[in-house]
């Protein structure tokens, strides 16, 4: 099945730093989705983005399906976006509907 | 009002219980989904759903089964539990693009 790495595994950041997350994967994608998990547990969907850039806000995100990778930035980084971010694709095909998530990158934000 | 509700939020339950997990969406989507996540772990696909008349197995369903009983309601069995199903378990939804919105999971613990 399709491969889906994030890195890096864990960051921290101090209030107002900006930081990039980055997700690979392994073969061409129909779907890609960034989400947000809060530490209450909570998924959050951020961004549906299978190919190009989108902006909300101070994140942001990138894929260049080409050459399968998809960067998700944050500016100006506050306490409320600490939490784990999840990369999540789907193939297509025989995986058509399903997504294949990675491991996650564990940020904390200090005040 | 949530989009995706799941119901209970927490359950603690023994050995050998049966167990139903409920889920029930307003979006009006065709598509429903269950996943675990263990700690540290990304979420892993269960079972899921296209329309009513729809069930699919996930790449982790043994040990689970699931009715279809509306476009808005899908729920997930455990009919003999064991520790090792131990999670947090998601339902999600999601329409004809693939974005996937998530209720606010159920936490369970098999002793």
């Known amino acids: 099945g399709i491969q889906v790495e994030q890195s890096p595994p864990d960051l921290i950041l101090q209030e107002g730093a900006n930081s990039t997350l980055r997700c690979n994967f392994s073969?061409?994608?129909?779907?890609l989705q960034w989400f947000h998990q809060n530490p209450w547990g909570q998924l959050i969907n951020l961004f549906y983005?299978?190919?190009g850039t989108k902006q909300n806000g101070r994140l942001s995100a990138t894929t260049v399906a080409t050459e399968r990778y998809s960067l998700l930035y944050i500016s100006s980084s506050q306490t409320t976006d600490s939490g784990v971010y999840f990369c999540a694709v789907e193939r297509g095909g025989t995986s058509y509907g399903k997504l294949t998530f990675g491991q996650g990158t564990i940020l904390t934000v200090h005040p | 009002d949530a989009d995706v509700t799941q119901t209970p939020r927490n359950r603690i339950t023994k050995t050998g219980k049966r167990i139903m997990l409920e889920c029930s969406q307003t979006?009006?989507?065709?598509?429903m989904y269950w996943y675990r996540q263990d700690p540290g772990l990304g979420l892993r696909l269960i079972y899921y759903?296209?329309?009513?008349?729809?069930?699919n197995k996930g790449e982790i369903s043994d040990g689970y089964s699931v009715s279809r009983q509306a476009q808005a309601k899908f729920s997930l069995s455990l009919e003999s539990a064991i520790p090792n199903q131990t999670a947090l378990y998601f339902c999600?939804?999601?329409?004809?693009?693939?974005?996937?919105?998530f209720g606010p999971g159920t936490r369970l613990t098999v002793l």
């Open positions: 073969d061409s994608v129909n779907n």
């Open positions: 999600a939804t999601s329409g004809q693009l693939g974005e996937q919105f």
């Open positions: 979006k009006g989507h065709d598509r």
């Open positions: 759903s296209f329309d009513v008349k729809d069930i």
């Open positions: 983005i299978p190919s």
